[in-house]
């Protein structure tokens, strides 16, 4: 066939091919686009004669689609959905607003019930973009940030950038807590825990996600066995059943020590606070960059529930006395 099959699918034939499929008749098709029947059924035959397949199966009872038939409604189907949206997405990019946005989230800020708020509140806003949000380890924020197009970040680690193309705020300070089961044979020891008592328990600790970027770890001993799991929620679970030691951020460890489930002791040589940052791109930021560095800075109610394992009394991005960082 000397044309191609583009210019062979007319939107008029593609709309009343959607009509009948949806409908599952010809005549209802026929009312809704004000057509006759034979008008509706020598458009099909035409679209079917360009496609060179059978898109119905007709019979006295039914119209049903054949596997063609099927696909090209899949197809079809988005191509009018597309068309639909396409002036008000548009419109959004014309705006500087992003119509795709990576999101990259610290495990330590990460909250499954705070992430499906901020998507909902993102969606009303930004109704046309595609988010995506990704979890990550230590490094492995900046890894994505750098190496796989991450728009902004909730928790770097450090208060300033890596890379010149990054800009940052910083967020304030992790501060933890050694905890250990209540069954654990260290909730019985008196003083401070020294490091060859310590030592003789695995490390629990969230692996570095980082693939481009030198993996780090968490606190472990040298000589000390290490418990990898994927999340904190795993983490917490592992030391709530006793399985090793290790630190946890200052609000999470409080709480699950006021609930019993484990004891906070003292050790000689503690794990120093973690300071976390916003990151963002220095070049090109769109309006949903900006709105959430907005956000962040006005601690907002939408973000306010990631910056919970953060010291309140650590350097926030309200305060004023911490600018932007390169």
Known sequence: MSESLRSRLSQDELRT??????????????????????????RIKTLEDSVDAPLFQR??????LTPSGEYLYEKASQIFDWLHTLPDELKQVREGIEPH?????????????SIAALLAHLAERFPYTEINVRREVYMGVWDQMLHNGGHLALGVPGFDSVHDDFTTLPLGVVNWVF????????????????????RAYPAINVEDTSLHMAKRTAWRLARQRELYVPDMQTKIACHVAGLGVGFLPAP???ELVRQGL????PVVVGRQPSPLALAWRSAGTGQIATYLKQLCVANDATLRPFFAPIDPHG????DGEFGARR
């Open 179 to 198: 905890v250990v089961a209540p069954s654990h044979p260290l909730a019985l020891a008196e003083g401070p825990l020294g490091s060859n008592e310590l």
């Open 315 to 318: 350097p926030r991005p309200h």
């Open 17 to 42: 091919f959607l009509a009948v499929a949806r409908l599952r008749s010809f005549s209802a098709a026929a009312d809704l686009l004000h057509k006759s029947t034979s008008a509706i059924s020598y």
């Open 252 to 254: 999470i460890a409080g």
């Open 101 to 113: 946005f990576n999101l990259v989230v610290n495990n330590l800020l990460y909250d499954s019930a």
């Open 59 to 64: 019979t006295t009872r039914a119209v049903t």
């Open 262 to 265: 484990l004891l906070e002791r």
